[in-house]
């Protein structure tokens, strides 16, 4: 499994050779870093109006059990970077820790993203493509494998699944 984690984070990783592609993703990834998703949750309510301060507030609290549980795996885990592993992988941009696992950028992205959709669909095609774009990234620069994209979207989904579920019981 290791192998092939590996073995496919270095194929993903080869598109970061072009220097256009590197930079794109890098952009993408410090957007991911919380500029979109935080600006976002600010223009909400200037967009929707103040009954979606409560939207921008269910993605703010997801976002803080998601940051609790990933830098308690990140501890745990201590699994190192890809670019630390192998020879063969560029490193586009610095990373925000040392650790690997999970992907705290895809993990955020996934549970943002169902948070919203669950009060505003319509934000489907805005944000959907962008979460894909910030989890793809992270392999291709270099800084995760694609089993900790996989387990940051999984745990993202996970969390805000729970959060939505429980929001109407909370919010009654």
């Not at 256009?20 to 223009?43: E, H, K, P």
């Not at 940051?67 to 201590?78: E, F």
């Not at 890809?82 to 549970?111: K, W």
């Not at 392999?139 to 940051?152: E, Q, R």
Request: proline share 6%; with cysteine.
């Amino acid at each position: 499994m290791r192998a092939w984690d590996l073995s496919l984070c270095r194929l993903l990783n080869r598109a970061n050779r072009r220097e256009y592609v590197g930079r794109a993703f890098a952009l993408i990834s410090r957007l991911g870093d919380g500029v979109f998703w935080y600006t976002l949750m600010l223009l909400l309510p200037l967009l929707h109006g103040l009954g979606t301060l409560a939207v921008s507030l269910h993605m703010a609290v997801t976002g803080a059990v998601g940051l609790t549980i990933y830098k308690w795996l990140k501890a745990r885990t201590s699994r190192p970077r890809p670019f630390m592993v192998s020879d063969h992988i560029i490193r586009r941009v610095p990373p925000l820790d040392e650790y690997s696992f999970p992907s705290g950028h895809t993990l955020h992205a996934v549970a943002f993203s169902i948070v919203l959709l669950s009060h505003l669909p319509q934000w489907f095609w805005v944000v959907v493509p962008f979460a894909a774009l910030v989890a793809i990234s992270r392999p291709v620069l270099g800084l995760h494998y694609p089993s900790d994209v996989l387990a940051g979207a999984v745990i993202g989904a996970l969390v805000a699944g729970t959060s939505v579920s429980l929001a109407p019981l909370l919010l009654a």
